[in-house]
């Protein structure tokens, strides 16, 4: 009887690729169609243990990149589960501007047996990068805090409102660089420093671009007191596989 229900659910109500948007077989457990999860690209070694960026040489082995020996990072390390292209790229899009939230089990079950997620373990806090007010309004959800909820659900490690954005930049994407240092500047406060005296915090955010975002973040967070910051975003830009 049980079969019977499913099967007539999924005729009723059938389920879709989050990428391409073809009709998928009955009860699907990923909603990623087989042509479009194979385009998936998952994250692994070796990289930059720190900023997670990713050798195409496996002889190389784990070693810091050339931009973490420059400019050491204020986080510890970071990780993301995907490289940012298509058909991700598309998905994550419809998620974060056009509210498209059915991809959230998705990348949660991709999480949770992702081997990179062994390297943010001791989380005392889990802290979604914070939208500015008027962003906030205007989309309506902060993505990250979407994020965070569906890959740590009913924690009560998430802390989403300790972090805050104190005035309203200009998209990151407008800039490089200096820049985007300088768009950033004095953008993020830490309310109740006392939350995060001597933890160690998991930032969260949706995609690592250069990291001036969650670096900026965790600088804030390290000057309140916390004594590690790692971060973890569902996918790091192309331009920084080589």
């Given at each position: 009887?049980?079969?019977?229900?499913?099967?007539?659910?999924d005729l009723l109500l059938p389920s879709f690729c989050l990428a391409c948007e073809k009709p998928l077989g009955s009860a699907p457990e990923l909603l990623f169609c087989p042509d479009c999860l194979t385009r998936l690209t998952f994250i692994h070694s070796p990289l930059c243990p720190c900023c997670g960026r990713v050798y195409l040489v496996a002889a190389a082995g784990d070693h810091l990149c050339g931009a973490c020996l420059a400019a050491p990072r204020h986080f510890t390390r970071a990780r993301a589960l995907f490289l940012y292209e298509e058909p991700?790229?598309?998905?994550?899009?419809?998620f974060k501007y056009q509210g498209k939230t059915a991809c959230l089990p998705s990348f949660a079950r991709f999480a949770k047996n992702h081997p990179l997620l062994a390297d943010l373990e001791g989380v005392d806090r889990i802290v979604p990068v914070p939208l500015h007010p008027s962003r906030l309004r205007e989309r309506g959800f902060n993505q990250a805090l979407l994020l965070a909820r569906a890959l740590f659900p009913k924690d009560r490690r998430i802390v989403p409102d300790l972090l805050v954005r104190?005035?309203?930049?200009?998209?990151?994407?407008?800039f490089n660089g200096t820049a985007r240092r300088a768009n950033l500047k004095n953008a993020f406060e830490v309310v109740k420093p006392h939350r995060f005296a001597g933890k160690n915090i998991?930032?969260?955010d949706d995609?690592?671009?250069t990291g001036t975002t969650v670096n900026?973040?965790?600088?804030?967070?390290?000057?309140a007191g916390a004594a590690e910051v790692m971060v973890l975003t569902l996918a790091r830009v192309k331009e920084d596989y080589y």
């Amino acid at each position: 009887m049980r079969r019977f229900f499913t099967a007539l659910l999924d005729l009723l109500l059938p389920s879709f690729c989050l990428a391409c948007e073809k009709p998928l077989g009955s009860a699907p457990e990923l909603l990623f169609c087989p042509d479009c999860l194979t385009r998936l690209t998952f994250i692994h070694s070796p990289l930059c243990p720190c900023c997670g960026r990713v050798y195409l040489v496996a002889a190389a082995g784990d070693h810091l990149c050339g931009a973490c020996l420059a400019a050491p990072r204020h986080f510890t390390r970071a990780r993301a589960l995907f490289l940012y292209e298509e058909p991700l790229k598309e998905v994550i899009h419809r998620f974060k501007y056009q509210g498209k939230t059915a991809c959230l089990p998705s990348f949660a079950r991709f999480a949770k047996n992702h081997p990179l997620l062994a390297d943010l373990e001791g989380v005392d806090r889990i802290v979604p990068v914070p939208l500015h007010p008027s962003r906030l309004r205007e989309r309506g959800f902060n993505q990250a805090l979407l994020l965070a909820r569906a890959l740590f659900p009913k924690d009560r490690r998430i802390v989403p409102d300790l972090l805050v954005r104190t005035r309203p930049t200009e998209p990151q994407t407008s800039f490089n660089g200096t820049a985007r240092r300088a768009n950033l500047k004095n953008a993020f406060e830490v309310v109740k420093p006392h939350r995060f005296a001597g933890k160690n915090i998991l930032l969260i955010d949706d995609v690592f671009t250069t990291g001036t975002t969650v670096n900026e973040c965790a600088r804030v967070l390290k000057k309140a007191g916390a004594a590690e910051v790692m971060v973890l975003t569902l996918a790091r830009v192309k331009e920084d596989y080589y």
